[in-house]
Nanobody, 114 residues
Framework: QVQLVESGGGLVQPGGSLRLSCAPS????????MGWYRQAPGKERELVAV??????IYSDSVMGRFTISRDNAKNTVYLQMNNLKPEDMAVYYC?????????WGQGTQVTVSS
Protein backbone atom coordinates (compact mmCIF):
# COMPACT_ATOMS: atom_id res chain seq x y z
CA GLN A 1 0.00 0.00 0.00
CA VAL A 2 1.29 3.43 -0.96
CA GLN A 3 0.28 6.43 1.09
CA LEU A 4 0.52 9.98 -0.21
CA VAL A 5 1.24 12.65 2.38
CA GLU A 6 0.11 16.13 1.39
CA SER A 7 0.83 19.50 2.93
CA GLY A 8 0.60 23.19 2.18
CA GLY A 9 -3.08 24.05 1.93
CA GLY A 10 -4.66 26.94 3.78
CA LEU A 11 -6.32 30.32 3.54
CA VAL A 12 -5.00 32.97 1.18
CA GLN A 13 -6.31 36.25 -0.18
CA PRO A 14 -7.04 36.64 -3.90
CA GLY A 15 -3.80 37.25 -5.72
CA GLY A 16 -1.81 35.37 -3.12
CA SER A 17 0.30 32.25 -3.39
CA LEU A 18 0.49 28.82 -1.83
CA ARG A 19 2.70 25.79 -2.41
CA LEU A 20 1.42 22.28 -2.04
CA SER A 21 3.67 19.29 -1.62
CA CYS A 22 3.07 15.58 -1.76
CA ALA A 23 5.32 12.63 -1.10
CA PRO A 24 4.57 8.91 -1.20
CA SER A 25 5.54 6.64 1.65
CA UNK A 26 7.84 3.76 0.84
CA UNK A 27 10.31 3.32 -1.98
CA UNK A 28 9.97 -0.17 -3.46
CA UNK A 29 7.84 0.86 -6.39
CA UNK A 30 8.21 2.85 -9.59
CA UNK A 31 6.39 6.16 -9.98
CA UNK A 32 5.12 6.96 -13.45
CA UNK A 33 2.84 9.90 -12.82
CA MET A 34 2.40 12.43 -10.04
CA GLY A 35 0.04 15.32 -9.99
CA TRP A 36 -2.81 17.27 -8.53
CA TYR A 37 -6.56 17.26 -8.94
CA ARG A 38 -9.12 19.41 -7.19
CA GLN A 39 -12.75 19.23 -6.27
CA ALA A 40 -14.92 22.20 -5.42
CA PRO A 41 -18.27 21.81 -3.62
CA GLY A 42 -20.92 20.51 -5.99
CA LYS A 43 -18.44 19.88 -8.78
CA GLU A 44 -16.60 16.88 -10.13
CA ARG A 45 -12.95 16.27 -9.41
CA GLU A 46 -10.84 17.84 -12.14
CA LEU A 47 -7.23 17.72 -13.23
CA VAL A 48 -5.06 20.65 -12.21
CA ALA A 49 -1.59 19.56 -13.28
CA VAL A 50 0.36 16.33 -13.68
CA UNK A 51 3.89 15.25 -14.51
CA UNK A 52 3.98 12.04 -16.47
CA UNK A 53 6.96 10.46 -18.21
CA UNK A 54 8.74 13.81 -18.43
CA UNK A 55 5.75 15.78 -19.69
CA UNK A 56 3.78 18.33 -17.74
CA ILE A 57 0.08 18.83 -18.35
CA TYR A 58 -1.96 21.73 -17.01
CA SER A 59 -5.62 22.55 -17.11
CA ASP A 60 -6.38 25.69 -19.09
CA SER A 61 -7.74 27.39 -15.99
CA VAL A 62 -4.39 27.34 -14.18
CA MET A 63 -1.98 27.66 -17.10
CA GLY A 64 0.47 30.48 -16.45
CA ARG A 65 -0.39 30.73 -12.77
CA PHE A 66 0.42 27.30 -11.36
CA THR A 67 3.66 25.37 -11.73
CA ILE A 68 4.10 21.69 -11.03
CA SER A 69 7.53 20.30 -10.29
CA ARG A 70 9.03 17.10 -9.00
CA ASP A 71 12.06 16.37 -6.89
CA ASN A 72 13.04 12.90 -8.04
CA ALA A 73 15.51 12.41 -5.21
CA LYS A 74 12.73 12.92 -2.69
CA ASN A 75 9.91 11.52 -4.84
CA THR A 76 8.07 14.69 -3.94
CA VAL A 77 5.79 16.67 -6.21
CA TYR A 78 5.09 20.36 -5.66
CA LEU A 79 2.38 22.65 -6.92
CA GLN A 80 3.28 26.33 -6.77
CA MET A 81 0.07 28.32 -7.05
CA ASN A 82 0.37 32.02 -7.79
CA ASN A 83 -2.24 34.70 -8.39
CA LEU A 84 -4.88 32.58 -6.72
CA LYS A 85 -8.49 33.34 -7.55
CA PRO A 86 -11.70 32.58 -5.65
CA GLU A 87 -12.53 29.97 -8.29
CA ASP A 88 -9.38 28.07 -7.32
CA MET A 89 -10.91 27.32 -3.93
CA ALA A 90 -11.29 23.55 -3.58
CA VAL A 91 -9.93 20.46 -1.92
CA TYR A 92 -6.72 19.57 -3.72
CA TYR A 93 -5.81 15.91 -4.06
CA CYS A 94 -2.42 14.49 -4.85
CA UNK A 95 -2.38 11.44 -7.08
CA UNK A 96 0.33 9.06 -8.12
CA UNK A 97 0.39 6.38 -10.76
CA UNK A 98 2.84 3.72 -9.67
CA UNK A 99 3.86 0.19 -10.48
CA UNK A 100 1.56 -0.85 -7.63
CA UNK A 101 -1.45 1.07 -8.92
CA UNK A 102 -2.96 4.53 -8.65
CA UNK A 103 -3.18 6.21 -5.28
CA TRP A 104 -4.75 9.36 -3.89
CA GLY A 105 -3.93 11.59 -0.97
CA GLN A 106 -6.46 12.57 1.66
CA GLY A 107 -6.87 16.05 0.22
CA THR A 108 -5.87 19.49 1.44
CA GLN A 109 -8.19 22.48 1.53
CA VAL A 110 -7.28 25.63 -0.36
CA THR A 111 -9.45 28.62 0.52
CA VAL A 112 -9.18 31.86 -1.44
CA SER A 113 -11.02 34.66 0.25
CA SER A 114 -10.56 38.25 1.32
Amino acid sequence: QVQLVESGGGLVQPGGSLRLSCAPSGSDFAIYTMGWYRQAPGKERELVAVITRGRTIYSDSVMGRFTISRDNAKNTVYLQMNNLKPEDMAVYYCMSGTSRGTYWGQGTQVTVSS
